[in-house]
């Protein structure tokens, strides 16, 4: 389960990341997919976030220590690509310092 601002109305709805697609919703009252996009691959992990500030949450995948990230729900190539993390870490996505473009990070077992 994701949630983001996908239509940047201001609200947080719900997203699935199902195999290498996101389906989104804009709306928590109708279960009603508005976004089909396939990105990524079935290994990768989901991440999603406000990558350039613009009040609107995009998507993005987590693959081998490497996050790909995209700008606008279509498909495409990852529009920025950050070297983070180990292969077996999971992606976090904040804006950490509260304000801003939301930013990586990643949580690791020991």
């Known amino acids: 389960m994701l949630a983001g601002d996908w239509n940047g109305d201001g609200y947080d709805t719900p997203g699935v990341w199902r195999a290498g697609v996101f389906y989104l919703t804009n709306s928590n009252l109708r279960p009603t997919t508005d976004v089909v996009l396939p990105y990524g691959d079935a290994r990768d992990l989901p991440a999603v976030g406000d990558w350039d500030g613009n ?12 996050f790909l990230l995209r700008n606008a729900l279509t498909p495409g190539l990852a529009e ?10 999971r992606p976090l996505v904040a804006a950490w310092k509260a304000r801003g473009p939301s930013t990586v990070g990643v949580s690791r077992k020991y």
């Open 55 to 66: 009040g609107t949450d995009t998507v993005g995948v987590f693959r081998n220590g490497t």
């Open 80 to 89: 920025a690509t950050v070297p983070f993390g180990d292969v077996g870490d």
